[in-house]
């Protein structure tokens, strides 16, 4: 992928102002048109509105910590401080002022969860067709929508998966399509809309599914078999390489009138320019391999396999091509492409190198992607591959957040990075351990010892009995 | 059109020195004993005699010749009961001719179904249930319609045909309320009528035999198979279990049970919780998951992962349903014991979980005379596990079912052995 822009830059000098970014909105009076007549790169109409909110420092002492970017720390610290992990270590705490101080007696930390593969929001609990928002399965290639704007903030599903300890989702469209439209990385916490949710800054994805599901749907009109699939991506591929090369042209010479804005083709392009990622749907290891091929034939890079339940049968590929994982643990059987699923999975991908992701697509599993990552490990453990603690907590934190590329921002409790942070009741890959405490930017989102300051959605409120939805119980 | 016959063949290849059918003497030495229906032994032994637990406690005498199971150190439990599932009669969901759990009813009665008669004893998640889950003794499940129809209970042997697994059958009569749509109903009090209309219709057949042979009798809404079948329920011989999530209708189911003397069981049952003294005082058990809390319709607005522990609370009988990690009923059936422990962790006591998922099913299902518990006399479905059964890290070493632990390579752990280095050798 780097090579092949590298090339294209040397053939068109002016391209290089759009690949440092430099390509800002052209002026426009107030009156004018806005900057949605153009097909600007890294356009942003929809941006985020999140402001973490202002809070109190927090000092966590006597911490049995998974960083996810070293060994295992016991009777450590974390300092976090303005939304920002400040430090975080072993033996004598530092001074930390008017911080919060609260003594974790053993129990364990952990950077905030992160879950690559959701559709909270775009379908939302209670279900049925009226909140049915995940596939817009009217073509086969659908990259003009952009799922955000299916995903309702008052999912009752929401609170559900912070109180399992996940700070940050990729919401993707669904499978039913070839190329499913733009994904988008959201905070969980309440807001009114889902710009209050959207992680700033974060890169948007590009939904693409392999097999069963769009050979299924649009076996009518096709594509009703594999090599239709294929033929869909290229199809769409080659144009979009086609229209990134027209307005990449034209927004470095400015000459003429510009060309018509294609809302698919922009998203596609922006795939090609490398500025949005590949989430790819894809359960065998043959098919797989010919997305692999793929994205070489028009140059771009995938950047996670979803589902991939033959993930480790091309495992080293997988590691060569620099490709990441979201898995289950254990999910299978459900389909024909789904038969081969092994329980070794995550493990067999690990240990050829490649990065390990437990992923949910299911609000259910979203709330226990320890307990998933647990379950995976023991069958590693099973066939003589073993992974301690420390290393294993990156399957759901620095992991999926290289996935989204946010590991420079999130996934690791290292200091400078966002504080999304977990307590826990006890060690996170225990059946019985629960969050006690969930932090966001360092703002307190979770208490379970308080069930009364439990986020409760709107959709909630009346239907569902306040008792349900307390993050409190048993400790 | 399916061509698994190598596969299956293979599976046949049994790993070990046990024999099938295990006309052997097995002492189980060391191990702490959950017995389930007694207080916990440690270091205790178990002694197997041709597939019965024949002796059990911490001084017995181990019958010379016989196999000795190390098991100090180890957790040894029943083999656990998995209440509700499709193993053997949904092999891939997604293709048809492998779905064998329902009926295709004309008015979604279809109480004369026997789901037991497909059951696939080939099928590749019996011995994955078995053998990743320490599961003995599964429901097989119909699943559809209004009536669905009625439900086994098997024990999960290894290399026999049906016969010589099924332990009860029919165990079950299956109906889901709180679903207009599953009755062909327009509303769910009109599905409720429906049932009390077929219960009303089964009673008044059963009374007129003979005017209804002479044709001599209203026209009634179901078939004489079904009316027959449906005797086993009104005779008391077979529960009724009942989908119903809503605690409304939980009340009317109840209240139905009362109505005709019958006994009933809920099945899903995510508000019972909101009614846990009526269902205690009505003696109605609950099967149930614990690891749903999403209000994912309207008849579930009030589900919670409290759910199991809140009614064992309020002293109603609760057994564990296997389907919050994974969804799937049969490839993911081995998940039941992470649902104990999620129980645990949301307020259930680990006797009461353990419980859940072994005796209470059991006698749930009517099989508790022969399984669910360790005793003399029961049959030898013992587990030894590594550790506490409910943690992820616990693996079951010896699933002994009908007195054999022989384990065969299962069709995950062959592909886990092809690709375990890359690049494979075919």
Redesign the interface.
């Known amino acids: 992928m780097r090579q092949f822009l590298v090339l294209l830059c040397l053939a068109a000098p002016a391209l290089q102002a759009q690949s440092t970014g430099s390509a800002a909105a052209p002026a426009r009076s107030p009156s004018g048109p806005g900057s949605g007549a153009l097909s600007q790169p890294n356009a942003d109409p929809f941006p985020s509105t999140y402001k973490a909110p202002t809070a109190r420092a927090v000092l966590i002492t006597n911490a049995t910590i998974l960083t996810a970017a070293g060994p295992q720390i016991d009777r450590g610290f974390v300092l976090m401080r303005d939304g920002k992990i400040v430090s975080v270590g072993s033996g004598a705490a530092p001074a930390a002022g008017d911080a919060e101080v609260i003594d974790a007696n053993g129990r364990y930390v952990t950077p905030g969860l992160i879950d690559t593969h959701s559709h909270m929001g775009a379908g939302s609990a209670p279900g049925g067709q009226a909140l049915s928002d995940i596939n817009e399965a009217t073509a086969p290639t659908t990259a003009h929508v952009w799922v955000e704007h299916s995903v309702w903030p008052q999912d009752a599903q929401f609170p559900r998966v912070l109180a399992g300890g996940v700070t940050t989702l990729q919401i993707l469209p669904g499978s039913a399509n070839l190329i499913g439209g733009r994904s988008v990385v959201l905070k969980v916490v309440p807001s009114t809309s889902v710009q209050g949710m959207k992680f700033p800054g974060a890169k948007y994805g590009l939904k693409m599914a392999c097999g069963e599901n769009p050979k299924r749907v649009y076996a009518a009109r096709g594509p009703s078999t594999r090599m239709g699939n294929v033929a869909g991506y290229r199809t769409a591929w080659i144009q979009a390489e086609a229209y990134r090369r027209r307005w990449d042209k034209w927004l470095g010479d400015r000459s003429g009138d510009p060309p018509a804005r294609d809302l698919a083709l922009e998203t596609l392009a922006d795939v090609l320019r490398g500025n949005i990622l590949v989430q790819n749907h894809c359960y065998r290891a043959d098919e797989m391999l010919q997305m692999v091929d793929i994205a070489k034939e028009f140059g771009y890079q995938i950047r996670s396999f979803h589902h991939g339940v033959e993930a480790y049968k091309l495992a080293d590929v997988m590691a060569r091509e620099n490709i990441s994982g979201s898995l289950w643990s254990d999910w299978g059987g459900f389909k024909m492409e789904a038969i081969d699923g092994i329980r070794a999975n995550l493990a067999l991908v690990h240990n050829a190198g490649a990065r390990a992701i437990v992923h949910s697509d299911d609000a259910s599993g979203a709330q226990r992607l320890n307990q998933d990552a647990s379950k995976a490990r023991a069958a590693g453990a099973a066939i003589g591959i073993t992974i301690d603690d420390a290393t294993l907590i990156k399957w759901v934190t620095l992991n999926p957040a290289w996935a989204m590329d946010l590991d420079s921002r999130i996934g690791s409790l290292e200091a400078g990075k966002n504080a999304d942070v977990v307590l826990w009741s006890a060690n996170p890959f225990s059946v019985y351990a629960r969050p006690d405490r969930v932090w966001i930017d360092g703002a307190p989102r979770l208490d379970r010892s308080d069930p009364r300051q439990a986020w409760r959605t709107d959709f909630e409120l009346g239907y569902v009995p306040a008792a349900s939805t307390q993050a409190g119980g048993r400790r | 059109m399916r061509t698994p016959k190598l596969t299956a063949l293979a599976l046949l290849a049994v790993i070990g020195a046990s024999s099938l059918q295990a006309q052997e003497t097995v002492a189980i030495t060391g191990g702490t004993i959950y017995p389930v229906s007694g207080p916990r032994i440690e270091n205790g032994t178990i002694v197997l005699t041709n597939g019965v637990i024949t002796a059990m406690g911490a001084n017995v005498a181990i019958p010379a010749g016989a196999r000795r199971v190390d098991a100090a150190g180890k957790w040894v439990t029943p083999g656990l009961v998995a209440p509700v599932s499709s193993l053997g009669v949904v092999?891939?969901?997604?293709?048809t001719d492998t779905r064998d759990a329902s009926s295709r009813s004309t008015n979604g009665i279809a109480a004369a179904f026997r789901v037991w008669d497909a059951i696939n004893p080939n099928a590749?998640?019996l011995p994955v249930a078995r053998q990743?889950g320490g599961i003995t003794t599964v429901g097989v499940m119909p699943s559809g319609g209004f009536v669905a129809g009625m439900g086994a209970v098997i024990d999960l042997r290894q290399g026999v045909m049906v016969d010589a697994m099924l332990r009860k059958s029919p165990a079950v009569m299956v109906a889901t309320l709180d679903n207009a749509a599953a009755a062909q109903a327009g509303s769910r009090a009109e599905a409720l009528a429906k049932l009390r209309t077929l219960l009303r219709d089964a009673r008044e057949f059963n009374l007129g035999r003979v005017r209804y042979d002479a044709g001599n009798m209203r026209e009634l809404s179901a078939s004489r198979a079904d009316l027959e079948a449906m005797q086993l329920v009104l005779r008391g011989t077979i529960p009724l279990v009942v989908n119903a999530d809503r605690a409304s209708e939980i009340l009317n189911v109840i209240a139905l049970g009362k109505e005709f003397g019958i006994r009933v069981v809920i099945n899903s049952g995510a508000e019972a919780w909101?009614v846990g003294a009526q269902l205690a005082a009505a003696k109605v058990p609950v099967m149930t998951g614990a690891?749903?809390?999403?209000?994912?319709?309207?008849s579930?607005?009030?589900?919670?992962?409290?759910n199991l522990?809140l009614l064992r609370a309020a002293g109603v009988q609760v057994a564990i349903v296997g389907n919050?990690?994974?969804?799937?009923d049969?490839?993911?059936i081995?998940?039941l014991r992470?649902e104990a422990?999620?129980a645990?962790?949301?307020?259930m006591t680990w006797d009461d979980a353990l419980r859940a998922i072994t005796l209470s099913p059991a006698e749930i299902l009517g099989v508790s005379d022969r399984v669910g518990s360790l005793a003399v006399g029961k049959a030898a479905n013992v587990v030894v596990w590594s550790g506490d059964p409910?943690?992820?890290?616990?693996?079951p070493l010896h699933v002994f079912v009908a007195g054999s632990d022989a384990k065969v390579m299962t069709r995950?752990e062959m592909?886990?052995q092809r690709?375990?280095t890359?690049?494979?050798k075919y």
Do not use: K, W
């Not at chain 2, 645990?344 to 307020?347: C, I, Q, S």
């Open positions: 092999e891939v969901g997604a293709v590749m998640s990743d909101q690891m749903n809390n999403i209000p994912d319709g309207f579930s607005l009030g589900q919670r992962q409290e522990g919050g990690a994974g969804g799937e049969n490839f993911n081995r998940n992470y422990g999620n645990v962790a949301y307020g409910f943690e992820y890290a616990t693996q995950q592909l886990t690709y375990r890359l690049p494979v």
